[in-house]
């Protein structure tokens, strides 16, 4: 069954909190951002492994290798579970995320292709695909596709094989889980919860739909 990931991109702690608190007996793993870390600090990832949901750190690392690595250490050192880099940086700089990461037995994923419309300004057909084959060749656990473009999702499929997508972009965004729960390994949703009256009947509505 595909993962049910929680992007909580609320930027207060107390509020956040509350919301991973209601939401975790629906959702398998919850991903942090810069707005959420900026207002309440690394130490909210310890907190919300507590809830049983480990945590994510979407900080989308882009620099060179060393202050990858220091960026890296000091995510799993706080709890987190995975670290999301970019990898146009070079594999060197992947390389230098992925060692943190199996070293602390966590995860890295790179992004390949994001969800916004932007995206295909850049990271996109050709692109996308050389982003892809970065992540394998460094051993990284799997890539960041999204769901608002499906097709996309399958032309990566080929390039990383067996290795996991995480795909953001279902629900606020446009994409839908019943067109790429069958294409990925964690699907990626924030706003549509978050944003919900209620965000644990509706993260509890997106877990029912991944089956």
Do not use: W
Not at 35 to 58: K, S, T
Not at 91 to 119: F, L
């Amino acid at each position: 069954m595909t993962d049910l990931i929680l992007a909580l991109d609320v930027p207060a702690r107390e509020e956040a909190l509350a919301i991973a608190e209601a939401c975790a007996p629906f959702v398998d793993r919850i991903k942090l951002g810069y707005p959420l870390i900026l207002a309440a600090g690394l130490g909210i990832a310890g907190e919300i492994a507590e809830l049983g949901c480990p945590p994510i750190a979407d900080f989308k690392v882009a620099d060179i290798p060393n202050t990858n690595r220091l960026i890296a250490e000091q995510v799993f050192d706080a709890g987190f579970s995975a670290i999301i880099t970019h990898a146009f940086t070079g594999s060197d700089s992947v390389s230098a995320c992925v060692e943190v990461a199996h070293k602390n037995r966590g995860e890295c994923y790179v992004v390949a292709e994001m969800s916004h419309p932007g995206a295909v300004e850049f990271f996109h057909g050709g692109v996308a695909e050389r982003l892809a084959e970065t992540a394998v060749g460094c051993g990284a656990d799997g890539i960041i596709a999204p769901a608002t473009r499906p097709e996309r999702i399958r032309a990566l499929r080929k390039v990383i094989g067996e290795r996991k997508i995480l795909s953001p972009g279902v629900g606020a965004q446009g994409g839908r889980m019943d067109e790429v729960r069958a294409l990925v390994d964690g699907v990626i949703v924030g706003r549509s919860i978050y944003e919900a009256p209620d965000p644990a009947a509706a993260a509890r509505a997106f877990g029912a739909l991944r089956r």
